[in-house]
């Protein structure tokens, strides 16, 4: 993990409306500003996210990893405008995007401008292609009806050139075949490919991978990371990857987010994380990984549950299962201390160690 490690190295247009805002910093193309996005259900409000801030820096990947259901995926959905109400609904904070004429506030901005960026600017591989694409068409219609929505002058011949060429583009090697294809003719490497070019298709300036390598086996992982990577580079995107996989942030990011029970707990850059975590629970998360020159009659896992999120503690959400906790754990939530310029940590811990 560590050598893989290795390998990875203002402008302001303020219009009158609302959904404006001259806060976003031009080196980054998304800024997480105090998110919370909640579920209220029968049982209660689940904060799902919970006060969540980060950034996405211009042509970086950006890794956002933690248990399932820290919140992750709603953090992606999130941006995209994908959590409806009534029962999920973003109840404040701003997800500043950078576009080319100015920052907008995607939270306050009208709905039929986030259909404009949706799949165009932004776009976003999710987790199970399988049940992304539909069965009943092939898909090449499907990376078609992509091009055409946003492109709606386009020509008929004109955009099934440009599907076949995002096919080439992804490493298919039979484009024009796999373009009449439905997706059950398809295997799971080939599927995910589709989805990844579809993503690709309309040149987007940001790109969300939400455990883009599941399910997938080792060898066909490694060939979408690496196109990935490659593609990123190509088009000159952003990546935001979303995944529980450790290894696969130690081969794409440049920065890590670690998330827990709807929170950010430590940020940093993959370096700062893998070679000095802060948090325990990043400790946890980094000890839980195999590794192939270190040989255990058993897998380190983190002890106890992760709270309810119907009924969250006052105190850190992480105490109860910590084995560093202390008496001032029992306090109030920690504020994110500064260790350094790009690292930050959610922990008492860390409490009067400024940056370096």
């Given at each position: 993990?560590?050598?893989k490690?290795?390998?990875?190295?203002?402008?302001?247009?303020?219009?009158?409306?609302?959904?404006?805002?001259?806060?976003?910093?031009?080196?980054?193309?998304v800024?997480?500003?105090?998110?919370?996005?909640?579920?209220?259900?029968?049982?209660?409000?689940?904060?799902?996210?919970?006060?969540?801030?980060?950034?996405?820096?211009?042509?970086?990947?950006?890794?956002?990893v933690?248990?399932?259901?820290?919140?992750k995926?709603?953090?992606?959905?999130?941006?995209?405008?994908?959590?409806?109400?009534?029962?999920?609904?973003?109840?404040s904070?701003?997800?500043?995007?950078?576009?080319?004429?100015?920052?907008?506030?995607?939270?306050?901005?009208?709905i039929?401008?986030?259909?404009?960026?949706?799949?165009?600017?932004?776009a976003?591989?999710?987790?199970?292609?399988?049940?992304s694409?539909?069965?009943?068409?092939?898909?090449?219609?499907?990376?078609?009806?992509?091009?055409?929505?946003?492109?709606?002058?386009?020509?008929?011949?004109?955009?099934?050139?440009r599907?076949?060429?995002?096919?080439?583009?992804?490493?298919?090697?039979?484009?024009?075949?796999?373009?009449?294809?439905?997706?059950h003719?398809?295997?799971?490497?080939?599927?995910?490919?589709?989805?990844?070019?579809?993503?690709?298709?309309?040149?987007?300036?940001?790109?969300?991978?939400?455990?883009?390598?599941?399910?997938?086996?080792?060898?066909?992982?490694?060939?979408?990371?690496?196109?990935?990577?490659?593609?990123?580079?190509?088009?000159?995107?952003?990546?935001?990857?979303?995944?529980?996989?450790?290894?696969?942030?130690?081969?794409?990011a440049?920065?890590?987010?670690?998330?827990?029970?709807?929170?950010?707990?430590?940020?940093?850059?993959?370096?700062?994380?893998?070679l000095?975590?802060?948090?325990?629970?990043?400790?946890?998360?980094?000890q839980?990984?195999?590794?192939?020159?270190?040989?255990?009659?058993?897998?380190?896992?983190?002890?106890?549950?992760?709270?309810?999120?119907?009924n969250?503690?006052?105190?850190?959400?992480?105490?109860?299962?910590?084995?560093?906790?202390?008496?001032?754990?029992?306090?109030?939530?920690?504020?994110?201390?500064?260790?350094?310029?790009?690292?930050?940590?959610?922990?008492?811990?860390?409490?009067?160690?400024?940056?370096?």
């Open positions: 993990m560590i050598r490690l290795e390998k990875n190295k203002k402008r302001r247009n303020i219009q009158p409306d609302e959904y404006k805002t001259q806060m976003a910093d031009a080196s980054n193309i800024e997480f500003d105090n998110l919370c996005t909640y579920f209220f259900t029968d049982t209660g409000t689940v904060k799902a996210v919970d006060g969540v801030s980060f950034s996405v820096p211009q042509g970086s990947t950006v890794g956002v933690g248990e399932s259901g820290c919140g995926s709603v953090t992606s959905l999130s941006l995209m405008r994908l959590v409806q109400g009534p029962a999920g609904q973003i109840v904070g701003q997800i500043r995007y950078n576009r080319a004429d100015g920052a907008v506030d995607m939270v306050k901005l009208p039929e401008e986030v259909q404009k960026i949706r799949g165009n600017e932004i976003m591989i999710f987790q199970e292609p399988m049940t694409l539909n069965p009943v068409f092939t898909v090449g219609s499907q990376i078609d009806e992509a091009i055409t929505l946003h492109n709606p002058r386009m020509p008929e011949e004109e955009a099934k050139k599907s076949i060429d995002m096919l080439k583009l992804v490493g298919i090697a039979n484009p024009e075949g796999v373009y009449k294809n439905y997706p003719e398809l295997s799971g490497g080939m599927r995910q490919r589709v989805m990844i070019a579809m993503a690709l298709s309309c040149d987007p300036r940001l790109i969300i991978a939400d455990e883009p390598t599941t399910a997938l086996d080792v060898t066909i992982q490694a060939q979408i990371l690496d196109l990935l990577r490659s593609l990123k580079d190509k088009v000159d995107a952003s990546i935001m990857l979303i995944t529980h996989d450790l290894g696969v942030v130690a081969e794409m440049d920065f890590v987010i670690v998330m827990y029970a709807g929170r950010v707990i430590e940020t940093g850059t993959a370096r700062e994380i893998y000095n975590p802060q948090h325990p629970y990043t400790v946890g998360l980094l839980a990984k195999p590794q192939v020159h270190r040989e255990v009659d058993r897998l380190y896992s983190i002890p106890g549950q992760v709270p309810s999120p119907v969250m503690p006052s105190w850190c959400f992480f105490k109860d299962r910590c084995e560093k906790r202390f008496d001032k754990c029992d306090g109030d939530y920690p504020p994110m201390f500064q260790l350094s310029p790009t690292h930050l940590v959610a922990c008492w811990l860390c409490e009067g160690r400024g940056a370096e």
